[in-house]
């Protein structure tokens, strides 16, 4: 079996470790490819809640080597607080491979990420401000600080006085911050080498190995489809490929080693920062299921923005990404609504449209075009089985498969690791 690669279908927070539990004891290697600290999975097991920011959910599951490969930026400081923590609870975090190639997030990025945010006022992204941004920026403008710069203090200190030659223009002249200094960015990122070399390796290298010899390898995107650089809701997006794609780009092993792609949507929609959502709710509904679905980002704490199951949007995941199974997280929380609402289209300027509109302008004057599928009582939490769901839940899930582009392959009913419903084979 090759690579199989997980994605967010919508716009982030759809549960994905859940599905990596789901496939937990066959996988041998879990990567992380996009993204840095900006996402956040929750991952449950036993009585112990667990939240990673940077660091993959394989982490969790013994046996698993976890890889942070070159398309991820990495926050040095956040990576070994959170090694740090899982450390402290008999996490066996030893396995970890960093990719030579990826990306430093510093000071001045997360910096830089703050303080543009600000300037934009109310055209602002809602950036986790963690300095994802311009990270991957100075990646696309060739003046980032990568991995293996920390091992060469010379090469190192000459990258950050480039770097630094612009930005400290930028801090002072434009922002009215303080200049920050070369030295106290190179002693920074030196004081964490030695800690760091027996992590970084040539991953692209040891993955394509790993491959050869028939393990399984599984991408785990950071975010999700809309919020994808080039394929999200641009420029209310992260600045990374999240899309499936960036699995490949992401970790250097090609795209035809990718035989199934996971598509992780939740049975509702939420977003987190600004931006389009044509189903968002600001009515009680939407507050049902922010307190129910417990919608609060996991790495900025903000309550997200929540509203109905839009599946256009699936419909344009399962496309982007060539979705082979969808995984619907969080059914339960629709439990005890008497109705529930499904977008089915959008009206834009009148015109009924079946797919998400490529001009973002329309985009944002979508009106959902909803029917409705009546709702069930039961608490489903401890199902297991398909048929066991109550009538109109099934009913429900069907209905929404039949129009979301791919089949949904397994359903989760509960917050627990083992509270899934398994309708197909992920792996077959
Ligand atoms: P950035 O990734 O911090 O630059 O933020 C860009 C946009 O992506 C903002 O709207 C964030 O709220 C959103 N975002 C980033 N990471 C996640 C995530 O893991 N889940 C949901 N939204 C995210």
């Not at 112990?48 to 920011?53: E, P, V």
Request: hydrophobic share 40%; charged share 20%; glycine share 10%.
């Amino acid at each position: 079996m090759p690579a199989i690669v997980i994605i967010g279908a919508q716009w982030g927070d759809e549960g994905k470790g859940k599905a990596t539990d789901l496939l937990g004891s066959r996988i041998d290697y879990v990567v992380k490819f996009n993204g840095g600290n900006n996402a956040g999975h929750t991952v449950v097991i036993g009585n112990q809640k667990y939240a990673l920011h940077l660091l993959p959910s394989g982490i969790l599951t013994d046996g698993v080597i976890p890889v942070i490969s070159n398309g991820v930026v990495i926050d040095i400081e956040v990576l070994f607080d959170e090694l740090e923590a899982l450390n402290a609870r008999g996490v066996d975090v030893s396995k970890l491979r960093v990719s030579a190639n990826a990306h430093i997030i510093t000071h001045y990025h997360r910096t830089l990420d703050k303080v543009t945010e600000r300037f934009l006022g109310k055209k602002q992204i809602g950036t986790t401000g963690r300095g994802i941004g311009p990270t991957y920026a100075d990646k696309i403008n060739r003046v980032g600080i990568r991995i293996q710069d920390l091992f060469d203090e010379n090469i190192l200190r000459q990258k950050v006085e480039a770097a630094l030659d612009q930005k400290n223009h930028l801090l002072v002249k434009v922002y009215n911050r303080r200049a920050i200094t070369v030295d106290e960015i190179v002693e920074n990122l030196l004081s964490y080498a030695e800690r760091l070399r027996p992590m970084v390796t040539d991953t692209a290298l040891e993955l394509n190995n790993a491959l050869d010899a028939g393990k399984i390898v599984l991408f785990e995107g950071g975010q999700a489809t809309m919020l994808d650089v080039d394929h999200g809701t641009y420029p209310f997006v992260t600045s990374s490929n999240s899309t499936a794609g960036g699995a490949s780009t992401g970790s250097g092993i090609g795209p035809n080693r990718i035989e199934r792609v996971i598509g992780i949507v939740k049975a509702y929609t939420t977003r987190v920062g600004a931006g389009p959502f044509p189903t968002e709710l600001f009515d009680e509904s939407g507050e049902f299921l922010r307190s129910k679905g417990f919608e609060f980002g996991t790495t900025t704490g903000r309550p997200r923005r929540t509203g109905w199951y839009d599946a256009p949007i699936a419909r344009y995941s399962a496309r982007i990404n060539g979705v082979t199974d969808f995984v619907m997280t969080k059914l339960d929380v629709l439990t005890g609504l008497e109705s529930i609402p499904v977008c089915v289209a959008y009206e834009v300027d009148g015109v009924r449209v079946d797919e998400v509109p490529v001009s973002q302008s329309d985009f944002h004057h979508a009106v959902p075009i909803y029917e409705d599928f009546p709702g069930w009582t039961e608490d489903i939490t401890g199902v297991r089985a398909f048929e066991d769901l109550p009538v109109n839940a099934q009913a429900y899930v069907l209905a929404v498969e039949a129009i979301s582009g791919c089949r949904i392959s397994a359903i989760g009913v509960g917050p627990g690791r083992e509270a899934i419903v398994v309708r197909h084979n992920l792996l077959g």
